[in-house]
């Protein structure tokens, strides 16, 4: 069965394109969003002294925290802009939304009402998104003024409008990425994260093999890390595209006048990584709420110390512990996750609603716990697959003793080249989607004109 992108390719044409007005016009609205996300990536949030705070990022003073962040937000957490928070902390309270509703009674009955209940459920969200970037500006806050020459004027109007500044700037984010959603092409969370990673990846490269010119890397070590980006690739795209096929059957029936209509056979895709990039995104996200909680405890000299520097220490970027971590919540989330994608009692009811069956399995209840069988074993390989993934790569520039900057291998592991291929693939899908819809509505058209001339 040929890719989405493989279709687009065969059947892409600019006679197509150029007719695809509907196409046209939320490409350009996606671009133009994505265009005003870059440039709010360059506005810095007030009172930072930018080449002091620079120079302190440079040297990694800030901490693997600022670098993560920097990673997600597409430089802006360098540059101090008013998107560094990005929309992790949308991220983070959409994971603790999730846990509630299968927890929490009244979120069960809201999220059984339907639009309305959902349209609730979004509103809560927000709230605790808002809470969340609170907490999180004000840990970046602190930990800004603990950086001697970085702030201005520290004290408490500083740490008010840093965390005026990001909070606004991550609710803005939130609000243009649900626009590109529904007036776009693709998911627009994943999409300004997918920008963030793609605008500073070239950056990324160019430090690489800077630092291989004046010895810092290694001929070898620069080979290998480009194999792994190389391959990781080549794995990510091929995982991505693999299905599980399974065989739908319809039985013919008589209409009448003696007509048979059905008899056809289709096949149910499902994908080895059903969960996509959401299990890796969930899990950083997750991650940096304990690294933002010691850095509210820094004190003057940057350092923590208590509960809060056991914390840093042990979750700091690299470190066995994060790195172990890392992987479980990977497994734990693509488990978790997987049921909300795919559900094996709708599926196996609307099958049987439109009378389609699985050859050798009953309808109804037998074909939803099969559905489960075969789900669970492929969620399996894929959280596996997800695992290795992006753990890999990480655990390998651990390994090297710092040669390579955090920077640069967040930006060519495995979750970033997971984001990558993963949202092109699914854009490029929804592109086809369109252009398969606009040729429907070119036939319906003609087919229409047609009658008419005849009449």
Known sequence: MASASEQLAAN????????????????????????????????????????????????????????????????????????????MPYISASIIMTLLKGSVASLKELDKDGEQGRKQINQYTRYLTVFLAAFQAFGIARALQATDGTVIDPGLFFQASTVITLVGGTMFLMWLGEQVTARGVGNGVSLII???????????????FGQNQTGQITEFLLIILLALFVGLSMLIVFVERAQRRLLVQYPKRQMAGGKQFGGENSFMPLKLNTAGVIPPIFASSLLLLPATFGQIFVGQDGAASGIAGTILAYLGYGSPTYLALYGLLIIFFCYFYVPYVFKPDDVADNLRKNGGFLPGIRPGQRTA??????????????????????????????????????????????????????????????????????QYEGLIKKSRMRRRNKT
């Open 369 to 438: 716990e099969y559905l489960s069988y075969v789900l669970s074993r492929l969620t399996f390989i894929g959280a596996l697959y997800v695992a290795f993934v992006c753990v890999l790569p990480e655990l390998f520039i651990a390994q090297q003793g710092g040669t390579v900057p955090a920077s640069v291998a967040m930006l060519i592991g495995g979750m970033s080249l997971l984001i990558i291929v993963s949202v092109t693939l699914d854009t490029v899908a929804q592109i086809q989607s369109h252009l398969i819809a606009h």
């Open 194 to 208: 997918f920008a963030g990673i793609v605008a500073e990846l070239p950056k990324a490269l160019f430090q690489l």
């Open 12 to 87: 892409m044409n600019l006679g197509v394109f150029s007719k695809a007005k509907e196409l046209q016009k939320r490409l350009l609205f996606t671009l133009m969003i994505l265009v005003v996300y870059r440039i709010g990536t360059f506005v810095p949030i007030p009172g930072i002294n930018i080449d002091a705070f620079q120079a302190a990022f440079g040297s990694g003073t800030g901490g693997s925290l600022f670098e993560r962040l920097n990673m997600f937000a597409g430089g802006a957490v360098e540059r101090l802009g008013i998107f560094a928070l990005n929309v």
